[in-house]
């Protein structure tokens, strides 16, 4: 089966200001592949470079070499027309919902701007609006309200039915549980499970927090300092994790079991001890 | 110290609101309405001006002069005999149309620029910000006069040049809030969207830079009429046509024979100046959001003193606790009779979801809840003694030597202008009186028992220089600096990363096992609680709902609420989402 996406040999580097700044690399050739309808969970720390791949796939960043090809076709680096029409195909779910969404503007003109730039007639994005909201489980009577009459998981399904608006083959979620409640969390995250069975969209999905790739990924991808450690199914990465960095990143998870917590964290210690 | 989190903060989100809102809560200030209204009739009179006026303004007549106020001429004559009401009324058009002239010519340059220089940025934003600073540094009335010796007097061409070396101050504004807009995630999402970069500009960017550019207008449309005017005073501009300005100059010239006569242009030139401004003033006002009433509500103090428990040497004791902040005239209670106990040695996590009080909890206990709040009832006892009864100045003393505090952000909670080291030492001698280098000596010991590597280094270094794991073991260093009996952690690891957070928790624990301090930790996350607590405060919607040792409340959780919390945690046990991608629901419903 060809991949959807193909990120093959990626690095981008950001130029420091200044005259003679030299470039900071935060990708150090990442390459990576979705299958039509995979989820791929990429884990790492702060400054790990993962929001950066995001970006670059997303067109947000400039990559300075490497390839990112969709549907067997090569992207073009940037934000250009060519990339303009990819629209209809990789979408994105940020972290913050509320800075995600333009406090000014109504719901049902959010959701209907992405119909509208790609060319549908005003009255056809109005009906589809009514449908995105119900896809997402929020009241019709939303679109005549302002994002900050939502909460923050109400919010997130806004931003999720935005994404959703142009059918892509592609989502990449950037975070997009981190700012919400342990239970809201667990909503959303059946919700983008429930999406994908219903309409077969793969996600590339980005976050610190093993547990909730482990419940939402087909595979799981780590990236510690810029380059992927390792790469596998959910269960063996989480499971069984082969590379140093995944056992203490797993290890360092507290868990909701204070025996089971006191065990790790003596398993924690030994793993240090022996020099990770 | 932050009091970020608490439930009053304000969103900012209400600096866009919906249209008529803003309307009728621009009516509802005075001052907006009065200086709308005096705006509305100056632009009136000024119109019907051909219809309204007693006398023709340039009518001079002998036995009119320096008439006095009352006659023929309701405000008097000037030193030729014209009328001074009628020159008034004929002045307000070219007082007017100069502030719209500028105002309008200095947006039309000012507003395209900045939006393509911070949208953009690049060479245009290097050269045209470099224009800009050159416009500013020319002394504007010099340059007026220099052009008024090349083109003559026409006011209308003055006025423009006035605008053009007014614009700066919109390119100046509307760059800067552009580049703050244009990282903004909703923008990066309509990028991803496919619109194009005008369609951005236009839809996205436009709407946050049009509040402020109003209120620049309504300025720089004052300031317009100001600068006309001291044009026809300085007497270079067309003397057929009246001004206010040029009738301060005539009556100047009068000044000690009939000193009222220069008393009526400057009041028109006042008030309408005053007007622009002050409207200007209120727009802004209204786009802030309704102001907070800094009325102080005397709240009913339940009084729980005699029901007072003898409390078995308890190191704190919270009893019967509700806040609440006043929302018109009522108060909203955010913590409803809250009642908990920390033992000498004892850790105690607070649990719960945002907003349901348990970091206005700590913050009662700290003695720093923000200004609004409201304790309605209840006691806080730390050793014995209620701090809610104690003057600020004793509690303040409790701080640091008995309650120490370690915050959420580690970084927001560091004075960027200060090294490391001179802020602890600041900490360590407000509490207790050694000398400098004392204080050094017992910091340095710190800083290497929290696990720094590098003492030395790290003791003069300043927060930018340190990570954000590094900035949270001084913090916790500078709380346990003067052994304090009771350690508040407010979400201490939630801003750090993970296997950093796996470190800072293994600190904790040495520290409290070491000196046998209490502690209450506010998290939520239960992973955390169970790394670390020895029993578990459940928070909901401002009570405590469900309490006990840790091992009894994960092991067998009676309220539903701690139910449910406990059944939404993604560890090892939830179902596990296997089976191929692309298979069918049912496929998936079997594997799973």
Redesign the interface.
């Given at each position: 089966m060809t991949p959807l996406l193909e990120v093959k040999d990626l690095r981008v580097e950001y130029r420091a200001k200044g005259f003679h700044a030299r470039a900071n690399e935060v990708l150090h050739g990442v390459s990576i592949e979705i299958?039509?309808?995979?989820?791929l969970g990429l884990v790492g720390?702060?400054g790990s470079g993962k929001t950066t791949l995001g970006r670059a796939v997303?067109?947000?960043v400039p990559q300075s070499s490497g390839q990112i090809t969709f549907d067997g076709a090569p992207v073009a680096p940037g934000?250009g027309k060519q990339r303009?029409?990819?629209?209809?195909d990789?979408?994105?779910i940020?972290?913050?919902p509320y800075?995600?969404?333009?406090?000014?503007?109504l719901v049902s003109d959010i959701l209907s701007?992405?119909l509208i730039?790609?060319g549908r007639k005003a009255k056809d994005a109005r009906t589809a609006v009514r449908a995105l909201l119900d896809r997402v489980a929020l009241p019709s009577d939303a679109e005549r309200r302002?994002?900050?009459e939502f909460s923050?998981g109400q919010r997130q399904r806004i931003?999720i039915a935005?994404a959703l608006?142009?059918q892509p083959r592609l989502i990449v979620c950037d975070e997009p549980v981190s700012a919400l409640?342990?239970?809201t969390?667990?909503r959303v995250?059946d919700l983008l499970?429930e999406i994908q069975?219903?309409s077969?969209v793969?996600y590339l999905f980005i976050s610190?927090?093993?547990?909730?790739v482990?419940?939402?990924?087909?595979r799981v991808a780590v990236m510690l300092r810029g380059e992927l450690v390792e790469t596998g199914s959910?269960?063996q990465v989480t499971g069984h994790p082969k590379h140093p960095y995944t056992k203490?990143?797993l290890?360092?998870?507290?868990?909701?079991?204070?025996?089971?917590?006191a065990n790790r964290?003596a398993e924690?210690h030994r793993l240090v001890e022996a020099g990770m | 110290m932050s009091i970020e989190g608490t439930p009053i903060a304000i969103?900012?989100?209400?600096?866009?609101t919906?249209h008529e809102g803003l309307a009728r809560r621009f009516l509802r200030n005075p001052l907006g309405v009065v200086s709308l209204a005096v705006l509305v009739v100056v632009t009136l009179v000024g119109l019907l001006a051909p219809w309204i006026m007693p006398q023709d303004p340039n009518l001079s007549s002998l036995a009119m002069t320096n008439a006095p106020i009352g006659g023929q001429y309701l405000l008097g004559g000037d030193s030729s005999g014209r009328d001074i009401l009628s020159r008034l009324i004929a002045a307000i058009n070219v007082s007017m149309e100069s502030a719209l002239i500028v105002a309008g010519v200095a947006a039309v340059i000012g507003v395209p620029a900045g939006l393509i220089a911070g949208y953009f940025g690049r060479g245009f934003e290097a050269v045209s910000t470099w224009i800009f600073n050159l416009l500013q540094a020319f002394p504007v009335i010099v340059i007026l006069l220099a052009i008024y010796s090349v083109i003559g007097s026409s006011s209308e061409l003055l006025t423009a040049a006035l605008g053009v070396l007014l614009s700066v101050s919109f390119f100046r504004l509307v760059r800067s809030l552009v580049i703050g807009v244009k990282n903004?995630?909703?923008v990066?999402?309509?990028?991803?969207?496919?619109?194009?970069n005008w369609?951005i500009l236009g839809?996205?960017v436009l709407?946050?830079v049009r509040a402020p550019v109003i209120i620049t207008a309504s300025y720089i449309a004052g300031l317009g009429i100001t600068l006309q005017s001291s044009l026809a005073f300085l007497g270079i501009t067309n003397a057929t046509v009246p001004t206010w300005g040029g009738m301060i100059l005539e009556a100047f010239s009068n000044l000690y024979t009939s000193p009222i006569e220069v008393l009526w242009p400057a009041m028109a030139l006042g008030i309408t100046v005053g007007a622009f401004v002050l409207f200007g003033t209120a727009v802004r006002d209204t786009l802030e959001g309704p102001r907070v009433s800094s009325r102080r509500l005397k709240a009913p103090r339940r009084r729980t003193e005699g029901a007072a428990l003898e409390d078995g040497g308890a190191l704190l004791s919270v009893s019967g606790l509700s806040i609440g902040y006043p929302q018109g005239s009522k108060i909203r209670l955010v913590v409803d009779d809250v009642s908990l106990e920390v033992q000498p040695g004892e850790i105690l996590g607070l649990v719960g979801?945002?907003g349901s009080g348990k970091t206005q909890t700590a913050f009662a206990i700290l003695g720093l809840l923000p200004e609004s709040a409201r304790v309605t009832a209840g006691t806080i006892r730390v050793n014995g003694a209620n701090i809610l009864n104690l003057p600020p100045a004793r509690v303040g003393a409790l701080r640091g030597k008995v309650i120490a505090y370690v915050p959420q952000e580690p970084m927001s909670n560091l004075d960027p202008s200060f090294t490391v080291g001179s802020q602890l030492v600041y900490g360590v001698r407000a509490v207790t009186r050694v000398s400098r280098a004392e204080a050094k000596k017992v910091i340095l010991g710190l800083l290497a028992r929290v696990g720094i590597a590098d003492p030395e280094r790290t003791f003069r270094a300043y927060p930018h220089e340190i990570s954000?794991g590094m900035a949270q073991r001084v913090l916790i260093a500078g709380a346990v600096a003067c052994n304090p009996n009771l350690l508040i952690a407010d979400e201490p690891t939630t801003a750090l990363?993970?296997?950093?957070?796996?470190e800072i928790?293994?600190l904790l624990r040495d520290l409290q096992k070491e000196s046998g301090m209490g502690v209450v930790l506010v998290t939520?996350?239960?992973?955390?609680?169970?790394?670390l607590c020895d029993r578990v405060a459940v928070m909901k919607e401002g009570r405590i709902i469900e309490s006990g040792p840790?091992?009894e409340i994960?092991a067998m959780p009676q309220n539903d609420y701690t139910k449910?919390?406990?059944a939404?945690?993604?560890?090892?046990r939830?179902p596990?989402?296997?089976g191929?991608?692309?298979s069918t629901?049912a496929e998936?419903a079997t594997a799973r």
């Open positions: 299958a039509p309808g995979e989820t720390e702060s997303l067109g947000l934000l303009r029409a990819l629209a209809r990789i979408q994105v940020f972290q913050d800075t995600s969404l333009n406090p000014a503007m701007e992405p730039a790609q302002y994002p900050r923050g931003a935005r608006a142009l409640d342990l239970s969390q667990a995250l499970i069975e219903q077969g793969a610190h927090d093993l547990s909730v482990h419940h939402i990924s087909h959910a269960d203490k990143l290890l360092s998870a507290p868990v909701a079991d204070p025996d089971e917590q964290r924690r | 969103d900012p989100s209400t600096l866009a919906s903004e995630l909703y990066d999402a309509a990028r991803v969207s496919g619109l194009s369609r839809r996205h709407y946050v979801e945002s954000g990363d993970v296997t950093v957070q796996a928790l293994d939520h996350n239960f992973g955390v609680v169970a790394d840790t091992r994960f449910k919390l406990l939404s945690i993604l560890d090892d939830s596990l989402r296997r191929n991608p692309g629901l998936k």
